[in-house]
């Protein structure tokens, strides 16, 4: 019997396959790891914004979770959009329970500014899911709205993490520089004792939609492989910069990544072949 390993991403959905749900499945595949989904919410959504959005009941939640811990036991669990504290106590009662490396994704906003969780509801993340997180992948305004400080150089980068680690009780943070100035993006793992940053030189394009749900998709499934979170963050990080240097030109917004991206720069280009006939 194959090593198969499972990974469970319980989030809102994209039906236009940037992020969300799709994004996260989409890059479960790519790393080899069988993926499985919970829905939190209905999003009607594009390129160019969300244009409703559905939560699913509490109860229903539940089932679906119940469902898949029944049956096939994840070796590790992402979260993205969850949008009242009703769901996160729901979400959370069930990781208690599971030995899963848990990365939590605290999405906030959809690539167009629209807030996808209200006020209390980010109060609740940090009382009920942050602490039971293997790994928390905020990019800078998330991480200000979660810490309450600004953030606009590397001394604030740490400082934050600090907090998210030591007074909110998360095991690790990756805070992502993505929205900072800069010729590169630089991200940084804090576990607890040592930083580590992460660089890749920015691409300039406005075709990023669900890059966060791509990055931290793919360190979730390089957890789920027995990967260490330095080898998963490397890996993720790798991924999604390719996903965003190959993006698809999609859409009349903000298009979305490409999930098959990595593949790209290891493919030769095809010359030519004359064959001789004898």
Known sequence: MPDVRSA????????????????DLKTFQEREVYGMSVITSLVAQNTTGVQAIHHVPVTFLEQQLESIFSDI?????????IASEEMMQCIAAVL???????????????KSGHALMGEDSRDALKSHLVPLATLVTPNVPEAEELTGIRID?????????????REYGAKAVLLKGGHMEGAFAADWLY?????????AERVQT????????????????????????????????EF?????????QLGKGNGPTNHWGYRLK??????????EVY
Do not use: W
């Not at 150089?153 to 680690?165: G, H, L, N, Y």
């Open 8 to 23: 469970l991403t319980i989030a809102g959905t994209d039906p236009s396959g940037g992020a969300g749900i799709q994004a």
């Open 73 to 81: 036991i994840p070796a590790a669990v992402k979260t993205g959009m």
């Open 96 to 110: 208690h329970k599971s030995k899963a490396a848990y990365i939590m994704d605290p999405v906030m906003y959809a």
């Open 153 to 165: 150089d590397e001394s604030s980068i740490k400082t934050a993490a600090k907090r998210i680690v």
């Open 191 to 199: 576990d607890g004792e040592n930083f580590t940053s992460f660089t």
């Open 206 to 237: 406005k075709h990023t939609h669900g890059t966060g749900c791509t990055y931290s998709a793919a360190i979730t499934a390089e957890l789920a492989k027995g990967r260490s979170l330095q080898q998963a963050v490397k890996v993720g990080k």
């Open 240 to 248: 999604v910069t390719d996903a965003i240097r190959y993006s698809l």
């Open 266 to 275: 290891s493919v030769p280009v095809q010359e030519e072949q004359h064959h």
